[in-house]
């Protein structure tokens, strides 16, 4: 039966595939597809596991048969039997095979998505003990699991197969085999997500998340279509239904029938067309109408990035989040040489273009590790996260700095401090960086210039910029937490995305005196926040004097069109208008341009 779920939009564009549902605690499960010359090999892998499994429960049940009666309660007894009954269940064991033989899934993949479907008849059951033993199933998955991982093949995983949309008639015949896959799961934290640059799924939906949470965030540098915020889509859809992601509108449409399944797929093709047409401005300078020169900059996670931001036609990094070399790492921080060579990659990868480096931004809605939570603060977004949480662990900080001022030396470097609001602040950063060169220059090491920004994203920054102008060599704007603090919103929380409004007049006039501000005092300003990749806002930012965007790079093209067909002169009043409005996103409708 056809069913629609709605959610928040968060990238652009139409995926069409099959569901793979992941539980949050297997998200880091290795998804990637085998070669039929694998498939026997990888089925081998998941018997030797569960034979692993099963001679450790035998092993314990002969234990518990020495034992007496007082030692060993017959409720244990009954446990280790249960074990064993679901580790020899068929149909377990054949669907963990079909997965394999017909879909080319790996075998920890194959067995996760087998659980999947066991688990929600183990849902269904009427009878609360039967109910309950979804949670064995669980634990002996999570054993068999672990014992395959000292099982691994020789071979190292294939490249992951290319997402490329299949025809209509493919779909509608069902074929099995190279489908674009859709994952759908509660929740991926960033680092999860960064696995799914090797392009295995085509598109994600999650039950929870914002339109600015960093999981969307990373959804849109990965340019794959995506909703979050769907609430039930991980217990409404099950494993291998087709879905389709409309991601403009943010609508998942679970068991399409064929006439919608026709209509998306003209839909897809149309939007295929249409970046097409965009990549005819690629090498277009982006010069608005009356002159005006702006810089598109690009933002990226990971030093594998940069390349592909020189060839959507970035002028530069604006924004490296240097976060993801920190995360998922089960606390095991990346030493001095391993940051210095991730940023000299990024540097090297700009080709001579300038690279921004934000130093280390975790807490709030990007832990260091995404298996623990911070249950200790009521409100981890207003606690010890970003340069709070830098300057609270100096090392740490220290090995970071030196780290970039040695990658400096191989290319333009800027340094980016995120979260400052005080003075004192400002003036520790700085002298742990004068102390960082120092330390490099009593080793002997070389090192290279860098010109030191602050990120204004706080209120109390954009009330207080003189101060920030008088230490700090640029300022760049972001816009993401600059909205969650001005308007008390959480933003990776869906139950009030609705009140996450970028055009609400506290923000417009932060934005605006910032700009307005450093254009005054001869300091740079950028804006790396997800307003920079709205087209929508393209025009108010170009009227309100902006003349530097950082965006994830597919967003580059888009924004760079509207830039190409401005007047931004002709802005300036317009802008000033909707400034002074009291509800200016009234204004910002179809014929927003004054021009």
Same mark, same amino acid.
């Given at each position: 039966?056809?069913?629609?779920?709605?959610?928040?939009?968060?990238? #652009?564009?139409?995926?069409?595939?099959?569901?793979?549902?992941?539980?949050?605690?297997?998200?880091?499960?290795?998804?990637?597809?085998?070669? !039929?010359?694998?498939? =026997?090999?990888?089925?081998?892998?998941?018997?030797?596991?569960?034979?692993?499994?099963?001679?450790?429960?035998?092993?314990?049940?002969?234990?518990?048969?020495?034992?007496?009666?007082?030692?060993?309660?017959?409720?244990?007894?009954?446990?280790?039997?249960?074990?064993?009954?679901?580790?020899? /269940?068929?149909?377990?064991?054949?669907?963990?095979?079909?997965?394999?033989?017909?879909?080319?899934?790996?075998?920890?993949?194959?067995?996760?998505?087998?659980?999947?479907?066991?688990?929600?008849?183990?849902?269904?059951?009427?009878?609360?003990?039967?109910?309950?033993?979804?949670?064995?199933?669980?634990?002996?998955?999570?054993?068999?699991?672990?014992?395959?991982?000292?099982?691994?093949?020789?071979?190292?995983?294939?490249?992951?197969?290319?997402?490329?949309?299949?025809?209509?008639? /493919?779909?509608?015949?069902?074929?099995?085999? /190279?489908?674009?896959?859709?994952?759908?799961?509660?929740?991926?934290?960033?680092?999860?997500?960064?696995?799914?640059?090797?392009?295995?799924?085509?598109?994600?939906?999650?039950?929870?998340?914002?339109?600015?949470?960093?999981?969307?965030?990373?959804?849109? $540098?990965?340019?794959? !279509?995506?909703?979050?915020?769907?609430?039930? $889509?991980?217990?409404?859809?099950?494993?291998?239904?087709?879905?389709?992601?409309?991601?403009?509108?943010?609508?998942?449409?679970?068991?399409?029938? !064929?006439?919608?399944?026709?209509?998306?797929?003209?839909?897809? #093709?149309? *939007?295929?067309?249409?970046?097409?047409?965009?990549?005819?401005?690629?090498?277009?300078?982006?010069?608005?109408?009356?002159?005006?020169?702006?810089?598109?900059?690009?933002?990226?996670?990971?030093?594998?990035?940069?390349?592909?931001?020189?060839?959507?036609?970035?002028?530069?990094?604006?924004?490296?989040?240097?976060?993801?070399?920190?995360?998922?790492?089960?606390?095991?921080? !990346?030493?001095?040489?391993?940051?210095?060579?991730?940023?000299?990659?990024?540097?090297? *990868?700009?080709?001579?273009?300038?690279?921004?480096?934000?130093?280390?931004?975790?807490?709030?809605?990007?832990?260091? /590790? $995404?298996?623990? #939570? =911070?249950?200790?603060?009521?409100?981890?977004?207003?606690?010890?996260?970003?340069?709070?949480? $830098?300057?609270?662990?100096?090392?740490?900080?220290?090995?970071?700095?030196?780290?970039?001022?040695?990658?400096?030396?191989?290319?333009?470097?800027?340094?980016?401090?995120?979260?400052?609001?005080?003075?004192?602040?400002?003036?520790?950063?700085?002298?742990?960086?004068?102390?960082?060169?120092?330390?490099?220059?009593?080793? *002997?090491?070389?090192?290279?210039?860098?010109?030191?920004?602050?990120?204004?994203?706080?209120?109390?920054?954009?009330?207080?910029?003189?101060?920030?102008?008088?230490?700090?060599?640029?300022?760049?704007?972001?816009?993401?937490?600059?909205?969650?603090?001005?308007?008390?919103?959480?933003?990776?929380?869906?139950?009030?995305?609705?009140?996450?409004?970028?055009?609400?007049?506290?923000?417009?006039?932060?934005?605006?005196?910032?700009?307005?501000?450093?254009?005054?005092? *001869?300091?740079?300003?950028?804006?790396?926040?997800?307003?920079?990749?709205?087209?929508?806002?393209?025009?108010?930012?170009?009227?309100?004097?902006?003349?530097?965007?950082?965006?994830?790079?597919?967003?580059?093209?888009?924004?760079?069109?509207?830039?190409?067909?401005?007047?931004?002169?002709?802005?300036?009043?317009?802008?000033?208008?909707?400034?002074? =409005?009291?509800?200016?996103?009234?204004?910002?409708?179809?014929?927003?341009?004054?021009?």
């Amino acid at each position: 039966m056809t069913f629609s779920i709605h959610g928040l939009p968060v990238t #652009r564009g139409i995926a069409i595939g099959r569901a793979v549902l992941v539980a949050s605690s297997r998200v880091d499960v290795a998804h990637y597809f085998v070669a !039929p010359a694998q498939v =026997d090999a990888e089925i081998d892998r998941v018997r030797i596991g569960r034979n692993a499994v099963v001679e450790e429960i035998q092993r314990l049940q002969l234990t518990i048969a020495q034992m007496g009666p007082k030692e060993a309660p017959q409720e244990l007894t009954a446990l280790l039997d249960v074990h064993l009954l679901l580790l020899n /269940d068929d149909e377990l064991v054949a669907g963990v095979k079909r997965w394999i033989t017909e879909r080319f899934y790996n075998a920890e993949w194959a067995l996760t998505s087998q659980l999947d479907i066991i688990s929600r008849q183990f849902d269904e059951m009427q009878d609360a003990y039967l109910r309950e033993r979804k949670a064995d199933l669980e634990q002996i998955t999570e054993k068999v699991l672990r014992a395959m991982k000292g099982a691994r093949t020789a071979a190292a995983p294939p490249p992951a197969r290319s997402n490329r949309q299949r025809s209509q008639q /493919d779909l509608l015949l069902g074929d099995t085999v /190279d489908v674009p896959l859709i994952l759908v799961a509660h929740d991926l934290s960033p680092s999860d997500l960064l696995q799914f640059k090797q392009g295995v799924f085509a598109g994600f939906i999650t039950d929870v998340g914002g339109k600015t949470s960093h999981t969307a965030i990373v959804a849109r $540098s990965l340019d794959i !279509p995506a909703v979050v915020g769907a609430r039930l $889509s991980s217990q409404l859809v099950r494993q291998d239904d087709w879905l389709i992601i409309d991601g403009d509108a943010g609508v998942v449409v679970v068991d399409p029938s !064929p006439i919608i399944l026709a209509e998306y797929g003209f839909k897809q #093709r149309q *939007g295929e067309l249409e970046r097409g047409r965009l990549l005819r401005l690629l090498h277009t300078p982006a010069v608005t109408l009356d002159g005006q020169k702006i810089e598109l900059l690009a933002n990226i996670e990971m030093p594998e990035d940069a390349p592909g931001a020189v060839k959507a036609g970035a002028v530069g990094v604006g924004l490296f989040r240097s976060e993801f070399l920190f995360m998922g790492r089960q606390g095991s921080l !990346p030493d001095e040489d391993e940051q210095y060579q991730a940023y000299r990659r990024a540097i090297e *990868g700009m080709q001579g273009l300038p690279v921004t480096i934000r130093t280390v931004d975790v807490g709030a809605d990007k832990p260091l /590790d $995404s298996s623990l #939570r =911070d249950e200790a603060h009521l409100n981890p977004a207003l606690g010890l996260r970003a340069i709070r949480w $830098s300057l609270a662990e100096p090392a740490m900080f220290l090995t970071q700095l030196r780290a970039i001022l040695r990658a400096a030396a191989h290319g333009r470097a800027n340094v980016l401090i995120p979260m400052l609001v005080h003075a004192s602040e400002i003036r520790q950063t700085l002298a742990l960086i004068d102390h960082a060169r120092a330390e490099l220059d009593n080793r *002997g090491v070389a090192y290279g210039p860098v010109q030191v920004g602050a990120m204004i994203e706080i209120p109390a920054a954009a009330l207080t910029l003189k101060v920030f102008l008088k230490y700090f060599d640029f300022l760049s704007i972001g816009t993401n937490d600059l909205i969650q603090y001005t308007l008390a919103i959480d933003r990776a929380d869906e139950s009030v995305a609705h009140l996450y409004d970028p055009m609400h007049p506290a923000v417009l006039r932060l934005v605006a005196g910032t700009i307005a501000e450093g254009l005054a005092q *001869g300091k740079p300003v950028s804006l790396c926040g997800e307003m920079a990749g709205d087209t929508s806002l393209t025009r108010l930012l170009l009227g309100l004097g902006l003349r530097s965007f950082s965006m994830h790079p597919a967003q580059i093209l888009s924004v760079k069109q509207e830039i190409l067909r401005a007047d931004s002169a002709k802005l300036q009043p317009w802008a000033q208008q909707v400034l002074a =409005d009291d509800e200016p996103g009234y204004r910002l409708g179809p014929n927003q341009n004054s021009d």
